[in-house]
């Protein structure tokens, strides 16, 4: 279950196509590369006899039962998922999903962010969750908008400086 109490298979994951080719390459190495050399381990390990105290055996039976699951999740989201290209969002002046965003905080820092899905958010890269705080106070802002955003500190008003679609660049 999600923390919107759907089903994961019930709901739309946006991602940017970076986003879909990480997760899709790693499906790939999972089920190509990871899991076939682990069930591999698992059973020379079971030929052993007694599984109660075989290190090998019980270790990399954890590490199959979390493989497996990572597969799990991985193969749902990616089946339930919506690329958005930002190729197609040219000259869009509002800000929505796979938007670059300049903004200027409340202490005249400027911040630049890309709205990502959730597995794509990593903040040290400037890529937050578009369903965030900030990505929430910051859809369908345009230039010189200036929203408030509310945090656990309390509330923020920042200012949209620009926005982009700038197209990323990738080799998975």
């Known amino acids: 279950m999600s923390t919107s109490g759907k089903d994961i298979k019930d709901e739309i994951h946006y991602m940017t196509p970076y986003g879909h080719a990480v997760l899709s390459k790693e499906l790939h190495d999972l089920m190509h590369n990871e899991r076939p050399k682990i069930v591999e381990i698992v059973s020379w390990a079971a030929g052993n006899g007694d599984r109660s105290e075989n290190g090998d055996y019980i270790y990399n039976k954890k590490r199959l039962r979390e493989i497996d699951r990572r597969v ?20 869009v002046e509002r800000v929505f999903f796979g938007a670059t965003v300049n903004y ?16 794509e958010a990593d903040f040290r ?6 369903l965030s705080p900030v990505g929430k106070a910051l859809l369908k802002a345009q230039e010189g908008d200036v929203v408030k955003v509310r945090m656990d500190t309390g509330t923020e008003h920042i200012e949209v400086i620009s926005v982009e679609y700038i197209v990323e660049e990738f080799e998975v």
């Open 125 to 130: 890269l400037g890529k937050i969750n578009w």
């Open 72 to 91: 799990r999740y991985l193969s749902k989201k990616l089946e339930h998922s919506k690329i958005v290209d930002p190729r197609q969002q040219q000259g």
């Open 104 to 119: 200027e905080r409340e202490d005249g820092r400027e911040v630049q962010v890309k709205l990502v899905g959730i597995d």
